[in-house]
């Protein structure tokens, strides 16, 4: 049996909240990357951010000044995807429109030498549906980071009905070479990060309609309740609202119970243009990337 050869080149499609941070793992892993966006000024932005996360990174002591400038060395940006003609990975993190995603992953298979891995970042549209836009779908896998991506450790692995085993023996090779964790999940809706934050997050804004506490009030229960790191509102403002507004539409089509359906107050704040962290405000006000304080506009509208 012949072994795949070690992942040399990558190409990472889409520049935004998730992109650029796989892009900064894939290039601190010694993988020549490129990252590319159709628009300049988001991969400008992206390329920024993974500055900014070296620096701090170096601040911390997490990683040295040598390994930093290295890794920008193996970082290259673009707003063509020529790079994907000798890639041997591709990781495709662009938004959750599966019309989108497949087109892309048509475009990939015609361009990818034979061999190379195809990826997908979703974090619930179906492997499968995707993969059948390619003549390859033994190639084709979900490789599903977590925000922010340089310091989550989880990778949800998930295989696809057609995901081949030595797809997923590379995937998982990568994980290791990422220094994540991997978990493997089958191509279930939501698999299994998305279907459980999803329900969490909503029931904790079905509870801010009700009145039940306040936003910081709910955050607290699970922050010093259930030790999670972040409560599920600003959690939901650093996913993004637009974002997990999306995934629960695709969840409830697809699931049917109840705790998928997106709230009427995500709705009314992604409506607002209040789609969290990244445009200032959401659940919370955000100024320089810190939670300053609750949104008046959580309390403006009509409750549920
Ligand atoms: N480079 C390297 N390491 C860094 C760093 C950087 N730029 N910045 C911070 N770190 C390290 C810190 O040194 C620290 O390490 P230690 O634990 O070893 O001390 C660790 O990262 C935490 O950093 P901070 O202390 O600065 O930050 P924090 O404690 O306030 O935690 C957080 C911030 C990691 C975001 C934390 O709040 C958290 O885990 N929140 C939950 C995030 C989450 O759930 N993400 C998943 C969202 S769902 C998703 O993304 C998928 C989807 O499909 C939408």
């Known amino acids: 049996?012949?072994?795949?050869?070690?992942?040399?080149?990558?190409?990472?499609?889409?520049?935004?909240?998730?992109?650029?941070?796989?892009?900064?793992?894939?290039?601190?892993?010694?993988?020549?990357?490129?990252?590319?966006?159709?628009?300049?000024?988001?991969?400008?932005?992206g390329l920024s951010r993974v500055r900014e996360n070296l620096d701090k990174g170096v601040e911390k002591k997490k990683l040295s000044a040598a390994d930093r400038d290295a890794t920008l060395q193996h970082l290259s940006a673009s707003t063509s995807k020529a790079a994907l003609s000798t890639a041997d990975l591709l990781i495709e993190a662009i938004p959750e429109?599966?019309?989108w995603k497949r087109a892309l992953f048509a475009e990939a298979d015609a361009t990818l030498p034979r061999g190379a891995l195809l990826a997908s970042n979703t974090s619930s549209l179906s492997i499968a549906a995707i993969a059948e836009a390619t003549q390859r779908p033994g190639d084709v896998v979900g490789l599903h980071f977590f925000n922010p991506v340089h310091i989550m450790k989880l990778l949800e692995v998930v295989k696809g009905p057609l995901t081949s085993s030595s797809t997923l023996t590379r995937s998982l090779e990568l994980a290791q070479r990422l220094q994540k964790s991997a978990i493997v999940v089958n191509d279930a809706p939501g698999f299994a990060t998305s279907r459980l934050g999803i329900c969490l997050g909503n029931e904790a804004m079905r509870m801010v309609e009700q009145g039940v506490a306040s936003v910081a009030d709910i955050d607290q229960a699970m922050k010093l309740g259930y030790g999670h790191p972040m409560g599920p509102l600003a959690l939901s403002d650093l996913v993004g609202l637009d974002v997990r507004l999306h995934i629960g539409e695709g969840l409830f089509a697809v699931l049917a119970t109840q705790g998928f359906a997106p709230p009427a107050i995500l709705r009314r704040l992604v409506e607002l243009g209040h789609t969290g962290k990244k445009a200032g405000a959401g659940f919370y006000v955000w100024e320089r990337g810190e939670l300053v304080r609750e949104n008046p506009a959580v309390r403006a509208g009509p409750a549920a």
Do not use: F, K, Y
């Open 1 to 45: 049996m012949s072994v795949a050869p070690q992942i040399e080149r990558a190409v990472v499609v889409g520049a935004g909240t998730m992109g650029h941070g796989i892009a900064q793992v894939l290039a601190q892993a010694g993988i020549a990357t490129t990252l590319c966006d159709v628009d300049a000024s988001v991969l400008e932005r």
């Open 97 to 99: 429109r599966l019309d």
